[in-house]
């Protein structure tokens, strides 16, 4: 089995600043991309960055030059580091990891999700 376990959300006043963690863990070959997902109340889930194992980034526009993906292969560990927070970033945040597990077996897992709450 394996398992994504988040860490390092909370209670922010508007611009500061948060890190979250994400450490899978299990039976893991190896992993592909990971990325960083999250829900508001009301609205649907949507995708805030992803990162490919090479290094490479994805970011929706509404969190360009704000937050930054990075990730420990080393590890098993995906990074989010949030800076400007602004109330609207307020949401339940989720990670997720393409994992190979077999020699033809790729899974998503998702983590449990970690409350980021931004206000005054």
């Known amino acids: 089995q394996v398992q994504l376990v988040e860490s390092g959300g909370g209670l922010v006043q508007p611009g500061g600043s948060l890190r979250l963690s994400c450490a899978a863990s299990?039976?893991?070959?190896?992993?592909?991309?990971m990325g960083w997902y999250r829900q508001a109340p009301g609205k649907q889930r949507e995708l805030v960055a992803a990162?490919?194992?090479?290094?490479?980034?994805n970011y929706a526009d509404s969190m360009k030059g704000r937050f930054t993906i990075s990730r420990d292969n080393a590890k098993n560990t995906v990074y989010l580091q949030m800076n400007s927070l602004k109330p609207e970033d307020t949401a339940v945040y989720y990670c997720?990891?393409?994992?190979?597990?077999?020699?033809?077996?790729?899974?998503?897992?998702w983590g449990q999700g970690t409350q980021v709450t931004v206000s005054s």
């Open positions: 997720n990891a393409d994992i190979r597990t077999g020699i033809k077996t790729i899974v998503r897992y």
């Open positions: 299990g039976n893991i070959v190896s992993i592909n991309a």
């Open positions: 990162i490919t194992s090479a290094g490479s980034t």
